[in-house]
């Protein structure tokens, strides 16, 4: 059996990881030569929407999946039309367009910040007096881990933050004070069967994600299954799906969610009974899925720009260290590590040794 991937980055690789056990083989589609993932199968180098890319990808697969949304709508399409795609084209076209996304969730009765679409300067003026300050400018596509985003604290921001978006159609939203940040993955297969991997409580900054912890019995948990549920089943979804939220008060907000693996759900490698990403696989290929119960106590940490030494991540009780094989750049995500621990204060001492190793190679 061979799974098509569109992107051969790092959740690809983990993907791949995650299938060689199961006696699967791997093609990949991606547009950079040196891409991580592309000693695990064939790589197909070329851009996304090559004809002749398209073609080998859907001759050679027997199902495609995606580790990005961030693919041409029109690829998806044509390969659905010649080979079994999930998650659906439709899933990857609501998630790729924030307002989109945001329409979508309220039609769901899904709360989100308040938002309003803008497409030029005077627009964008004239939201601030609905939204109020501060809000967050973002574009509605191309955006990921803070990307094409600024945070509007006073008029004088909206000159800068609107030159940042070069023109491109954007959406101001509220700034939400959360409490929290958390996020709940889980999966549906070809039957409509739902998993829930308990709630990851995560941490980010400059937008992007820095560490995940595991949450045994969230108080959280039962909300976000309701809204993950209904999401997933609005859109007859297959595969693994992370929806990002927001809380304040007691409550729940969506931020967004992504149609794939996700970083918050790293920890589920060494964490939880099944790895997302085998879960996805098994999703994908009509297989029953696996327990998504955690093993213990877990949070993953990123390393982000540089790298630390595998000795001195391994020195650390419990960790596991996965390196993407990517070249160290500012702001690149090249690693991540995981920590387990039987009780939450060896959690809590471990995960400190490892926050400290990410810091100290941290140049974002
Ligand atoms: P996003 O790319 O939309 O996931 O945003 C990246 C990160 O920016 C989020 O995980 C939050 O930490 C922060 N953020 C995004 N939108 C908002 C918002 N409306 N209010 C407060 N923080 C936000």
Not at 208 to 218: A, F, G, P, T
Not at 290 to 307: Q, R, Y
Not at 321 to 333: Q, V
Request: charged share 20%; net charge negative; aromatic share 8%.
């Amino acid at each position: 059996m061979i799974v098509g991937i569109l992107g051969a980055g790092q959740l690809a690789r983990m993907i791949a990881l995650a299938g060689y056990p199961l006696g699967l083989d791997f093609i990949f589609l991606d547009p950079s030569a040196d891409a991580c993932a592309n000693k695990l199968g064939i790589h197909l180098l070329g851009d996304y929407n090559d004809p002749r890319l398209l073609a080998e990808l859907a001759e050679q697969a027997d199902v495609v999946t995606y580790e990005f949304e961030n693919v041409p709508a029109d690829v998806a399409a044509y390969l659905s039309a010649h080979t079994k795609v999930y998650p659906s084209p439709n899933a990857l076209a609501v998630a790729q367009d924030r307002l989109i996304e945001k329409n979508y969730f309220q039609r769901l009765d899904i709360p989100t910040p308040d938002y309003v679409p803008v497409d030029s300067f005077a627009e964008l003026e004239q939201a601030m007096t609905q939204i109020g300050w501060p809000a967050i400018l973002k574009s509605r596509t191309q955006g990921y881990d803070g990307k094409g985003q600024s945070v509007l604290k006073s008029p004088d921001d909206l000159v800068a933050a609107w030159a940042l978006l070069d023109s491109a159609p954007a959406i101001v939203e509220a700034f939400v004070p959360f409490d929290r940040e958390v996020s709940i993955i889980a999966v549906r297969n070809i039957s409509g069967s739902i998993v829930f991997y308990p709630l990851a409580e995560n941490l980010h900054r400059g937008g992007i994600l820095r560490v995940s912890e595991s949450r045994d019995n969230d108080g959280m948990q039962a909300q976000a299954e309701v809204f993950v549920t209904r999401l997933m089943e609005s859109l007859d979804y297959v595969g693994v799906l992370a929806l990002e939220l927001f809380e304040i008060e007691g409550q729940l907000i969506a931020n967004e969610f992504a149609p794939r693996v996700h970083n918050s759900g790293h920890w589920t490698i060494e964490g939880a009974e099944t790895s997302q990403f085998e879960n996805h696989l098994r999703a994908i290929l009509g297989l029953p899925l696996g327990a998504t119960t955690a093993v213990g106590k877990t949070a993953m940490v990123n390393f982000i720009g540089g790298l630390p030494t595998c000795k001195d991540v391994l020195a650390i009780e419990h960790a596991h260290l996965h390196l993407y094989d990517k070249a160290p750049r500012k702001g690149r995500k090249v690693a991540h590590a995981t920590v387990c621990a039987d009780h939450v204060d060896s959690l809590v001492t471990r995960l400190d040794l490892l926050i400290k190793l990410a810091q100290q190679v941290d140049n974002s």
